[in-house]
T-cell receptor, first 114, second 115 residues
Framework: KAGVTQTPRYLIKTRGQQVTLSCSPI?????VSWYQQTPGQGLQFLFEYFSETQRNKGNFPGRFSGRQFSNSRSEMNVSTLELGDSALYLC?????????????FGPGTRLTVL | AQSVTQLDSHVSVSEGTPVLLRCNYS??????LFWYVQHPNKGLQLLLK??????LVKGINGFEAEFKKSETSFHLTKPSAHMSDAAEYFC?????????????FGQGTILTVHP
């Protein structure tokens, strides 16, 4: 079974631009979560989607948004990019939402904002 | 609210000696607890998970962890370190309730293994 895939793997953008990252979960998984990883803040939760509905959201500004499609694929969007948005963005999928469910992580998209 | 504290940012051991990575957690609900490993330039891999069954949890590659509710700890151990164990390890809590499936990560412990 294929793992979680994320595209693109690397992105370079300039301040003020917007970016869209894509995540394809493991086949059969219906929950997708997004995390931001930076050297200073570590791994932080962005949001979780299940059956096309956002179930939970982390403490990030409204510039960060996401959505999930009927095939469980998910996208996240960051508008008006800032230098501090440079990070590794990780997507994770699980069979269902809620506690106790293993989340399987993709390789991440490394975003650099210049 | 939920939080995780990994007590050591760096741990250095010699190959063949035991590994101990320490983790304390805080949670308003009965938590699920996980350990993930991240090798350089690689994604996160699940080592093991605790979800209110047996308190001693065995994972992959010889790792295990013991859930101690009275101490709010979930330390990761391995009897004998291997060079391939060198990586960053994350203790993770998933608390449920209004947090739903949200994972809260510790700051990570970098494990160095010397020959």
């Amino acid at each position: 079974k294929a793992g979680v895939t994320q595209t693109p793997r690397y992105l370079i953008k300039t301040r003020g631009q917007q970016v869209t990252l894509s995540c394809s979960p493991i086949s059969g998984h219906r929950s997708v979560s997004w995390y931001q990883q930076t050297p200073g803040q570590g791994l932080q939760f962005l949001f979780e989607y299940f059956s096309e509905t956002q179930r939970n959201k982390g403490n990030f500004p409204g510039r960060f948004s996401g959505r999930q499609f009927s095939n469980s694929r998910s996208e996240m969007n960051v508008s008006t990019l800032e230098l501090g948005d440079s990070a590794l963005y990780l997507c994770a999928s699980s069979f269902t939402a809620g506690t106790g469910n293993e989340q399987f992580f993709g390789p991440g998209t490394r975003l650099t904002v210049l | 609210a939920q939080s995780v504290t990994q007590l050591d940012s760096h741990v250095s051991v010699s190959e063949g000696t035991p590994v101990l990575l320490r983790c304390n957690y805080s949670s308003s609900y009965s938590p699920s607890l996980f350990w993930y490993v991240q090798h350089p330039n690689k994604g996160l891999q699940l080592l093991l998970k605790y979800t209110s069954a047996a308190t001693l949890v065995k994972g992959i590659n010889g790792f295990e962890a013991e859930f101690k509710k009275s101490e709010t700890s979930f330390h990761l151990t391995k009897p004998s370190a291997h060079m391939s164990d060198a990586a960053e390890y994350f203790c993770v809590v998933q608390a449920g309730g209004t947090s739903y499936g949200k994972l809260t990560f510790g700051q990570g412990t970098i494990l160095t293994v010397h020959p």
